[in-house]
């Protein structure tokens, strides 16, 4: 069954960064693109950005471009992102999720990691 | 940037229809999707590609897209739909985009 199981919970001080990762199993790993998406408590889904676990290729939103790295290992079939100075605003649950059809990086969310409480405080 | 604006809160006898909309310039031209999320888990893909539904989702869960309003139905809504509710499109220019959410109640 397709699963993406995602690393524990992190607590960060400002300015700091944080790596979170998302195993992925049960599909083929270069078919699908994998997304990030987070949530604030008690806020809504934001989107962070996209990669392409074939190539490598990424891409984010303006307000993360400078701030977010999106990686992967075809090897282990993880994807890492990676999430630069942070302040007490990037508090919040980090999700990744893969796509539904094959090779289209427009395409719905299927499936969801449970998700990663990322807690950012002096 | 792309905004796709929903009402922050719909209300729902158990049994009775629950119309969830979603509302963005020429969203008619893009696909929507649709996702529940109960309280402290990962959302859940209700409806995809405007009114597709994912294997394993009711059949009471429908979806319409049309103009700039993209709509979820739910019909003979149950206690278990409670839940919030985010649509979802593409935008060339920002991205995946998502809706601000509904919280669904039934009563």
């Known amino acids: 069954q397709v699963q993406l199981v995602q690393s524990g919970a992190e607590v960060k001080k400002p300015g700091a960064s944080v790596r979170v990762s998302c195993k992925a199993s049960g599909y083929t790993f270069s078919d699908h693109y994998v997304h990030w998406v987070r949530q604030a408590p008690g806020q809504g889904l934001e989107w962070m950005g996209i990669?392409?676990?074939?190539?490598?290729?990424?891409q984010f939103p303006p307000r993360f471009q400078d701030r977010v790295t999106l990686t992967r290992d075809p090897s282990t079939t993880t994807v890492y992102m990676e999430l630069r100075s942070l302040t007490s605003e990037d508090t919040a649950v980090y999700y990744c999720?893969?796509?539904?059809?094959?090779?289209?990086?427009?395409?719905?969310?299927?499936?969801w990691g449970q998700g990663t409480l990322v807690t950012v405080s002096s | 940037s792309y905004d796709l604006i929903q009402p922050p809160s719909v209300s729902v006898p158990p049994g009775q229809t629950a119309i969830i909309t979603c509302s963005g310039n020429k969203l008619s031209d893009k696909d929507v999707c649709w996702y529940q999320q109960r309280p402290g888990q990962s959302p859940v893909l209700v409806m995809y590609?405007?009114?597709r539904r994912p294997s394993g989702i009711p059949e009471r869960f429908s979806g319409s897209n049309s103009g700039n309003t993209a709509t979820l139905t739910i019909t003979g809504t149950q206690a278990m739909d409670e839940a919030d509710y985010f649509c979802q499109a593409w935008d060339g220019s920002s991205g995946s985009v998502f809706g601000t959410g509904t919280k669904v109640t039934v009563l």
């Open positions: 590609q405007n009114a």
């Open positions: 990669v392409d676990p074939l190539t490598g290729s990424t």
């Open positions: 999720a893969k796509t539904i059809e094959f090779r289209l990086s427009t395409a719905a969310f299927d499936f």
